[in-house]
């Protein structure tokens, strides 16, 4: 696949570009055995306020625009049927659009804050702390 086709004549912008990332993956993940269902179970209707709000997200992340003012916690914590495995599945799609997409310096920088907060969510979705020891002993 080739990259996206800026307008011409337009200075680059980079809103624009992550607009594009984002497209560019959720059309990806839609196409992917495992994910692909996850998502079609949960975004049913209209995918556009999906997308404007991960290009918000992400232009949150990465500019610190300020745009985005959700929770992705509680929204990954309802997902019951997710498993680490396809956090993996994740990462690998969205290191292989942002590596077709951008520059690799570019493209590091968003792996490396996907990858962290990928980690953040596993934490919460599915670390659990063992039973405290007995104090007292057996
Ligand atoms: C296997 C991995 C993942 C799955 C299956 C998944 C699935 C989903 C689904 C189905 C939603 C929509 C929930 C809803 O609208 O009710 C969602 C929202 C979202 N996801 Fe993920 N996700 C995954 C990993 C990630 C990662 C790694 C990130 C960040 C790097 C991320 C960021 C977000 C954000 C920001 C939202 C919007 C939350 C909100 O404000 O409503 N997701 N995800």
Not at 33 to 44: H, N, V
Not at 52 to 78: E, I, N, Q
Request: hydrophobic share 45%; proline share 8%; with cysteine.
């Amino acid at each position: 696949m080739t990259g996206f086709a800026l307008p011409p004549r337009r200075r680059w912008s980079a809103p624009a570009s992550i607009g594009a990332l984002v497209r560019q993956f959720y059309a990806r993940v839609r196409k992917d055995q495992r994910l692909g269902p996850i998502f079609a179970r949960e975004i049913t209707g209209d995918w556009e306020p999906h997308l404007d709000k991960m290009t918000d997200f992400w232009c949150s992340v990465v500019l610190k625009s300020g745009d985005y003012h959700g929770r992705p916690v509680p929204a990954h914590l309802k997902l019951k049927d997710v498993t680490e495995a396809d956090f993996a599945i994740w990462l690998a799609l969205f290191a292989e659009t942002a590596a077709e997409l951008f520059a690799p310096e570019t493209a590091a920088v968003f792996v490396e804050r996907a990858e962290r907060i990928a980690t953040s969510l596993k934490l919460a979705m599915f670390f659990r702390l063992g039973p405290a020891p007995n104090p007292g002993g057996a």
